[in-house]
Nanobody, 118 residues
Framework: QVQLVESGGGLVQAGGSLRLSCAVS????????MGWYRQAPGKQRELVAV???????NYAYSVKGRFTISRDNAKNTVNLQMNSLKPEDTAVYYC????????????WGQGTQVTVSS
């Protein structure tokens, strides 16, 4: 059974920083893309940042220059360093992992709350 466990969420003042981590455990092969998504109350889940197995990164426009995604392929972990946080970054943040192409699968973590106070 594959599990994604997120950590690092919490309450921070505007301008502060947080670092989210996601650890993938279980029998999982050929992780292709790892990423972070978020969902604010009353809004749809949206992409925050993704990173491919070759290290190509993509960021939502709203977080470019403030957030940095990284991964450790040996440990099957993905991190999100969030700096200069704004109240509009408040959301539940979810880790997502895509595998493929021989055994394509889509896994999600349970989410971790990030609250940025003004």
């Amino acid at each position: 059974q594959v599990q994604l466990v997120e950590s690092g969420g919490g309450l921070v003042q505007a301008g502060g920083s947080l670092r989210l981590s996601c650890a993938v455990s279980g029998s999982i092969f050929s992780i292709e893309t790892m990423g972070w998504y978020r969902q604010a109350p009353g809004k749809q889940r949206e992409l925050v940042a993704v990173i491919t197995s070759s290290g190509i990164r993509n960021y939502a426009y709203s977080v470019k220059g403030r957030f940095t995604i990284s991964r450790d392929n040996a440990k099957n972990t993905v991190n999100l360093q969030m700096n200069s946080l704004k109240p509009e970054d408040t959301a539940v943040y979810y880790c997502r992992v895509l595998t493929g192409p021989m055994n394509p699968a889509d896994y999600w973590g349970q989410g971790t709350q990030v609250t940025v106070s003004s």
